[in-house]
């Protein structure tokens, strides 16, 4: 599995919209101070694949991925295995009671995501996406 792309938006350390942009990376090092975001990259990775997060321990503790404030959470991946592209959005809601089970959608057609800020999942080549910046 080859991670392209991640849009992170109300989930762990990261309240505002950030994007990762891992085309024409081989190679990659998340490098930064405490606090800075570093494990919550690879907890979005996770949460997007599987639904949860490892170090979370059981599943029924998806409040940890919410922002402190957030009212909503979004996590979209773009990513390549075996030679194919697919896509996943998983998305986070809190209301009066409490933070709701993640709802997911995945996709390995060419078409956007639900509630993504990137272009379609295009072949290698067609589309490039400016290099992220948080």
């Excluded at 694949?49 to 029924?60: E, H, I, K, S």
Aim: aromatic share 8%; glycine share 10%.
């Amino acid at each position: 599995m080859r991670p392209l792309r991640l849009h992170i938006e109300g989930f762990g350390s990261f309240r505002e919209p950030a994007e990762i942009d891992f085309t024409d990376t081989d190679y990659f090092a998340l490098v930064g101070p405490t606090g800075a975001g570093k494990s919550t990259v690879i907890d979005a990775i996770c949460f997007a694949l599987y639904g949860t997060v490892p170090r979370w321990g059981a599943q029924n503790v998806v409040h940890l991925a919410l922002a402190p404030s957030a009212t909503l959470g979004r996590v979209a991946l773009v990513f390549e295995s075996g030679g194919r592209r697919f896509g996943v959005v998983r998305v986070l809601t809190r209301n009066a009671r409490g933070p709701s089970a993640p709802r997911s959608r995945a996709s390995t057609s060419s078409t956007r995501a639900a509630g993504a800020r990137w272009p379609s999942c295009s072949p290698p080549g067609r589309a490039r996406w400016p290099r992220a910046r948080r």
